[in-house]
């Protein structure tokens, strides 16, 4: 069985920080693809930022210059370094991750969700 477990979330004033983290646990072989998606009230899920196992990175253009995605291969860890948070990145962030378990092809993987609030 494979999970994602996310942990980091919480409130924060405007301006302020706050650090993601998800970790891939189970019979993993592989993880490729990582990444990082939100979804406000009343709004579609949107990506936030992805990571692949190479490193290439990609932003929504929301967050450019503001968040920063990392990860840990030897962990199975991928991090959002969420900085001057505004109200408008209040939402459930989710972790995905595309993995390979033993004897599984590859399927892809969310997390339970984590809120973020931003406010004063």
């Known amino acids: 069985q494979v999970q994602l477990v996310e942990s980091g979330g919480g409130l924060v004033q405007p301006g302020g920080s706050l650090r993601l983290s998800c970790a891939a646990s189970?019979?993993?072989?592989?993880?490729?693809?990582m990444g990082w998606y939100r979804q406000a009230p009343g709004k579609q899920r949107e990506l936030v930022a992805g990571?692949?196992?190479?490193?290439?990175?990609n932003y929504a253009d929301s967050v450019k210059g503001r968040f920063t995605i990392s990860r840990d291969n030897a962990k199975s860890t991928v991090y959002l370094q969420m900085n001057s948070l505004k109200p408008e990145d209040t939402a459930v962030y989710y972790c995905?991750?595309?993995?390979?378990?033993?004897?599984?092809?590859?399927?892809?993987?969310w997390g339970q969700g984590t809120q973020v609030t931003v406010s004063s």
């Open positions: 995905n991750a595309d993995i390979v378990g033993w004897f599984v092809n590859e399927n892809n993987y």
């Open positions: 189970g019979r993993i072989r592989s993880v490729n693809a």
């Open positions: 990571i692949s196992s190479g490193g290439n990175i």
